[in-house]
């Protein structure tokens, strides 16, 4: 039986073990500090076992997947290192930084036990144990970054038990992982919330922005609204990365002031266009680093009950909403739902249900 100790079961770390669990020959332990959690744990069948000793999850263990905050991943590194691990255990994570934790990780001795990067690409705009699934990773990519001296055959075997999870893994170093996530997840956060607070900081002299900022604005800023204290730490870790990668920011926007400066029309045009043509090149129904979403918008007419037929009519073929919002509803206005799906299955399937009665829009 091969024991698989997983520290930290909120999204990431539950939608592993339910993965894991109930597979031939595994058997799933949880751990946090919290005892409250362990019991939460438990009552909701996601691990097999659960505790508030770390020695007593991590001891015996084949496989340990620390699956907490970036900022906390030495702190548990640290307290593994002291404790006498079985031969053979792989240590990994899920932090979507790894350059800062490999080194870490290098510089400790594990004797006859190995640390091995990960990073997971998939979330949820949900979190905690509540909104873990089995599901959450299938086609999605798992990067895995050994780093060099790692053995093959503990590469092998992590590859292998996360094959359960339905994943794409891939191999690329640390820092090749750094750079690449770096810009397509850590930079556009930031540039998010920096655009998030300037867009408020012109709404204290006028609330109109924020009155007409709904709709389009708010939905290509969603990622603004992450977990402060989880993007402190990874901008921190990947500090050096994103100072780069700034660098190269500003140099775009300040060729696009040249552009508007100059009445460069041809170069606006010119930099919309390589922009749409790299874009539509990315393949859409692939899990990615951000967070997809699963919309549909749907132009209804303004009667009573509306609503209620479409959720109906989704309801009785097995589709399942997770949330319904009315962009406009006004008198002799049409009206536009937004409707969210929490996979892509659901929203082909809702698309092919409204089709024939409503004008959609993804």
Known sequence: MKKIAIFGVGLMGGSLALCFKGKPGLHVVGH?????????????????????????????????????????????????????????????????????????????????????????????????????????????FYVLTPEEGVCEEAYTRLADLLAYTKAQIVRVNSTQHDDIVGAISHLPHIIAVALVNQIAGYNKDDSLYESLAAGGFRDITRIASSEPAIWRDILLNNRQVVLRLLKDWGREMDRFARMLEGEDGEGIENAF?????????????????LISHYDVYVDVPDHPGIIGQIASLLGDQKVNLSNIQIIESRADVPGVLRLSFRNQSDQDRAVELLKPFYPLHL
Request: aromatic content about 8%.
């Open 273 to 289: 266009g390589a922009a749409r043509e790299f874009r539509n090149r990315l393949p859409e129904r692939r899990k990615g680093v």
């Open 32 to 140: 946090s500090n919290s005892a409250a959690s362990v019991e939460k744990y438990l009552k909701r069948e996601v691990v097999d076992e659960a505790t508030t000793s770390l020695a007593e999850a991590a001891t015996g263990a084949d496989f340990i997947f620390l699956c907490v905050p970036v900022g906390n991943l030495e702190q548990y590194l640290e307290q593994l290192h002291k404790l006498k691990l079985k031969e053979g255990c792989i240590i990994t994570d899920v932090g979507s930084t790894k350059a800062s934790v490999a080194r870490y990780a290098a510089a400790l001795d594990w004797g006859g036990a190995c640390f091995i990067g990960g990073h997971p690409m998939a979330g949820s705009e949900r979190s905690g144990v509540e909104a873990a699934s089995s599901h959450l990773y299938e086609n999605a």
